[in-house]
C-alpha cells in the first residue's frame, strides 16, 4: 500500500496554519504558519464598539503560503499523493457575495468597506438584532432557536447578516448570497464559489444559522420576512441541504493544484469549525468534554442520537447532528474571553511603558509579564476572602448568551495588587467553565472525561491547575499542539477515502496526551466557595446593571 498524505488547514483568529500529515502514522511531515497582515495592523476593527472585520485577501494569502510552507523541502513522493485537504475555520465568520460567490471587499468599490468583509465570531456590533430574533422566535409558532440552547447570539449568522443589510445600502443592494467562511474558502480551492450549488457546512449551519431538518432546513420566509422585510426573498439565495466534514467539496482546481504544485486529483473535504474538527484531533469520545482554550473557549461533546437526542439543552450553542462525528449529535458550549482576558491585563500594564519607556522596554515586559505574574500567583494561598471576578470582558457566550454583560472585579482593597488580580482573572475564567460543564450534567448530559487543547492549555500550567481544581476533574491535554489542522487533516483522510470512517482515521492520525492535571484536594471546598460568590456576583451584575 502507497504512503498517502493530507493537508489540514485551520483558519484562527490571528493566523492559519497548515499540516502535512501521513495517514497511516498521523506523523507530521511539515507545517507552517500564516499571519494576517491587514489583521495584525487593526484594520477594519473598532474594539471600542465590538466591531472585528477580516479582509478576505488575509484569508486567501494565508490559504497560500500555509500550504506552501508545509510543503517546503517535502519531494514529489509527498507533493504527487496528497489525497484531500480540509479546512476549518473561526465561525461564525459570514461575508457577503456576489452571484459567483465573490466576498463583496474583494471587489474594487467595496475593497476599503468592513461590511463587504468577513464579520469575525467575535464582532457583536448585532446586539440589537439578535434580541429582535430570540423575541419573535419566542412569540413564533415554531420555536427556531430550540436547538441552539433557546437563545440566539450576536455572533452568528442571521444576527450579523440582519445588521449589515440595515446600515449598509450599498451592500444591501449588491449582497446575492451568504456564506461562511469556512464554507467558501474550502470552494475556492475547488474553483467553484457558485453561493446556490456550494456544500454548506452541517456544522456551521446547525450551530449558527438556525438550520434543522426539522425547519425542512433554514427558518422560514415567513418568520425571516417577520423579522424585517430586508431578509425577503434570502432564504432561497442560501441553502437547505447541508453536509458533514466526511463528505467532499469537490476536487482541487487545475489552477490551485499548480499553484500548491500538488496532485490534481486531491479532494477538498466539507469545512466545518475549528474546535469541532479540533475535538476530532484531540480523539473525542462519547462523553468527553473538548475544551478549546485560546482567546476564546469552545467547548465540544459529542454522544449518541440515541441516549441524549431527545434532550433540548438550554444555554448552550447548539446540539446537532453530525456536527463534530457523523453519526453523533455534537453539543457545543464556550466562553467569548479566556486567553483576551489575559491580553487585556496585559495590554493594559504595558501600555503606559510603551509610552513612557518605549518599544524596547515594552516588548521586553511583554514577553515576560504573564509568566511572572502566573508564577507569582501560583504561590498565593487560596481563601475564601480571595478577589473573585466575572469573565464577561467580552459578554456571555455561554450558559445563557447575553453579550451585553460586562466583566467586574469584587473585594478590592489598597493592598490588591498585579499579582492578586490577576489571579481572580484566571479564576474567573476557570468559574465560567465551570459553570458550561454544570449546565451539561444539570440537563441531563453526564461528563466522564475533560480534555484540553489550544494554546493556553499547552503554555499555561497555573491555568490549567487552577482550571482542574474548580472543576474537579482531572484534565488531559492533547499532545498535539495543532489539534484543529491535526483534526482537519483526520476529515480529509475520510473525505478522501483513505479511511473508512472517523474512528478508524482517529485511531490511526490522532493526537494522544502529553500531560494531565489533577485536581487538589485540599483547594477544591475553596474554590467551592469562591464558585458560589462568582455566581452571586454574576447574578447582582446582570440584575441591576
Not at 517546503?72 to 484531500?84: C, H, P, S, Y
Request: charged share 20%; net charge negative.
Amino acid at each position: 500500500m502507497k504512503n498517502t498524505y493530507v493537508i489540514g488547514v485551520d483558519y484562527g483568529t490571528d493566523s492559519v496554519r497548515a499540516l502535512v500529515v501521513d495517514t497511516q502514522t498521523g506523523e507530521t511531515l511539515g507545517t507552517a504558519v500564516h499571519y494576517y497582515a491587514r489583521w495584525k495592523q487593526g484594520l477594519y476593527c473598532e474594539p471600542a464598539i465590538s466591531q472585528f472585520r477580516q479582509h478576505p485577501l488575509d484569508y486567501l494569502e494565508g490559504l497560500e503560503n500555509a500550504i506552501t510552507g508545509a510543503l517546503a523541502g517535502l519531494g514529489d513522493d509527498v507533493r504527487q499523493n496528497i489525497a484531500g485537504i480540509s479546512v476549518d475555520t473561526t465561525g461564525s465568520t459570514p461575508v457577503a457575495v456576489d452571484e459567483q460567490g465573490t466576498p463583496l471587499a474583494l471587489l474594487p468599490e467595496f475593497a476599503e468597506n468592513p461590511n463587504g468583509m468577513f464579520i469575525l465570531w467575535k464582532d457583536h456590533t448585532a446586539n440589537a438584532e439578535a434580541d429582535e430574533i430570540n423575541h419573535l422566535a419566542h412569540h413564533w409558532d415554531t420555536d427556531f432557536t430550540k436547538y441552539v440552547g433557546g437563545i440566539y447570539s450576536s455572533e452568528w449568522f442571521w444576527a450579523k447578516i440582519l445588521r449589515t443589510l440595515r446600515v449598509d445600502e450599498q451592500i444591501r443592494e449588491k449582497a446575492f448570497s451568504w456564506v461562511e467562511h469556512c464554507d467558501w474558502i474550502s470552494a475556492v480551492l475547488t474553483g467553484d464559489t457558485n453561493p446556490l450549488t456550494m456544500k454548506r457546512s452541517r456544522c456551521a449551519a446547525g450551530h449558527k444559522a438556525l438550520w434543522h431538518e426539522e425547519f425542512e432546513g433554514l427558518p422560514s420566509e415567513e418568520f425571516l420576512s417577520k423579522l424585517d422585510p430586508l431578509l425577503s426573498g434570502i432564504r432561497g439565495r442560501l441553502f437547505s441541504q447541508t453536509y458533514t466534514a466526511d463528505n467532499t467539496m469537490g476536487k482541487i482546481s487545475a489552477a490551485w493544484a499548480s499553484k500548491l504544485n500538488i496532485s490534481s486529483e486531491a479532494v477538498i473535504g466539507v469545512g466545518a469549525f475549528d474546535c469541532h474538527m479540533g475535538a476530532v484531533g484531540a480523539d473525542i469520545q462519547s462523553y468527553s468534554l473538548c475544551k478549546v482554550i485560546g482567546t476564546s473557549t469552545c467547548d465540544m461533546l459529542v454522544a449518541p442520537n440515541e441516549e441524549i437526542g431527545h434532550l433540548l439543552i438550554r444555554g448552550i450553542c447548539g446540539q446537532v447532528d453530525g456536527s463534530i462525528l457523523p453519526g453523533m449529535l455534537g453539543m457545543e458550549a464556550g466562553q467569548s474571553a479566556f486567553g483576551d482576558i489575559y491580553a487585556w491585563f496585559q495590554k493594559m500594564i504595558v501600555g503606559p511603558v510603551k509610552a513612557l519607556l518605549g518599544d524596547e522596554a515594552a516588548d521586553k515586559l511583554s514577553q515576560e509579564l504573564i509568566p511572572y505574574l502566573s508564577e507569582k500567583a501560583m504561590a498565593l494561598p487560596v481563601t475564601n476572602n480571595d478577589l473573585v471576578a466575572l469573565d464577561w470582558m467580552n459578554g456571555r457566550r455561554t450558559p445563557d448568551a447575553n453579550h451585553t454583560l460586562k466583566g467586574t472585579i469584587a473585594g478590592l482593597n489598597l493592598g490588591s495588587d498585579a499579582v492578586r488580580i490577576f489571579k481572580a482573572l484566571v479564576e474567573a475564567t476557570a468559574f465560567g467553565a465551570r459553570a458550561i460543564s454544570d449546565r451539561f450534567q444539570s440537563e441531563g448530559v453526564p461528563i466522564k472525561e475533560v480534555i484540553a487543547i489550544g494554546g493556553v492549555a499547552k503554555k499555561s500550567a497555573f491555568v490549567m491547575q487552577t482550571l482542574a481544581d474548580v472543576l474537579n476533574m482531572p484534565i488531559k491535554v492533547a499532545s498535539s499542539d495543532q489539534a484543529c489542522a491535526l483534526g482537519a487533516a483526520i476529515c480529509a483522510s475520510v473525505a478522501a477515502g483513505v479511511h473508512p470512517d472517523f474512528p478508524t482515521a482517529q485511531k490511526a492520525m490522532a493526537s494522544g496526551f502529553d500531560a494531565t492535571y489533577t485536581p487538589r484536594p485540599a483547594l477544591v471546598p475553596v474554590y467551592e466557595e469562591l464558585y458560589q460568590k462568582y455566581t452571586s456576583l454574576g447574578n447582582f451584575i446582570e440584575n441591576n446593571f
